[in-house]
């Protein structure tokens, strides 16, 4: 029987919440299969354990997840402990140094999920978001001169190196191509006149590898109202750290809120463990009520499980969100139910024992 050694980090407010869920969900898909199990080890890394101990994670804290097959995360943040603390000391030190470079997030119209537009349809809503999580317009670069004189000049550099861009690409063209889709870019070349001119050109050159791909190409801005107007027009696309962290917002919003939201930070050479998360926050507000939707997390674990090689219980995890999501019997206040995180956590289990 085949061992997956996962590293938990559930973290902060609702984090631990919806975490919870995500580990029941993939224990009982382990119950049901006989060929595989998870070991799980929890780490209590976050902002509670900054403030007893003054950093957000153990010293040795990245050696030690290092041997990990994956790692599922909660939530990090929150108030008190300032953003570049609670992130640059967990979430984004364990993406960078661990070369996550890939950001997977599928936005997808489940039946049974809030969509606010109002023709659209699940057909319509199916796409998958391949991010570039390493470098671009978050690569910390920049300057601040003459700092509170009148001649103050701010520069934030974005950065792309031709290693970084062209990995990415590839990425997104392989996935396309395994998975029988269309590629779309998604730059900015008219306005952003050295970076976005340089990402399509290597859209363009690895595309000469993929010739059955078929390929579009779209700037940010027409994207972005696309999406609302035509979300049918996308099904692999693939975009930079900045426009991909706004448009995945947006697709969240359209594929049933953030409640919902999965995403995975990807090492796809496997050099180094992958990270799989809901894509909202601590949600600090509700934090500690029960109330969170823990769907999103167990989406999470669906790609997790996709990632590990377990296909079919990844398939089969989502096809139980979307059947607790069609029943209505057990959802949270964000969806309109009453339901507890533990009650929409056990729906899902008994969904997925069902359906096995
Ligand atoms: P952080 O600073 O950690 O990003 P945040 O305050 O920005 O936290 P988010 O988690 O990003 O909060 O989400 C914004 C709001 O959306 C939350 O305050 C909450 O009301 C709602 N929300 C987010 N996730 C969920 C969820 N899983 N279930 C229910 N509501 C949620
Ligand atoms: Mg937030």
Redesign the pocket.
Known sequence: MKTYRIAVIPGD??GPE?IAEGVKVLNRAAELDASFRFDFVTFPWGCEYYAKHGKMMDDDGMEKLRSFDAIYLG?V?YPGVPDHISLWGLLLRIRKEFDQYVNIRPIQLLDGAPCPLKDASKADIDMLVIRENSEGEYAGAGDWLFKGKPEEVVLQTGVFSRKGTERIIRYAYETARRLNKSLTSVSKGNALNYSMVFWDQVFEEIGREYPDVKTYSYLVDAAAMFMIKQPQRFEVVVTSNLFGDILTDLGAAIAGG??LAAGANVNPERTHPSMFE?I???????AGRGI??PL?AVWSASQLLDFLGQERWGKAVLQAVEQVMVERAAL?P?MGGTASTSEVGDRVVSALAASS
Not at 280 to 286: K, N, R, T, W, Y
């Open positions: 407010g609702i919806v939530a943040g953030l409640g809901p909202h926050g601590s949600a600090p507000d509700i969170a939707n999103a949270t964000d």
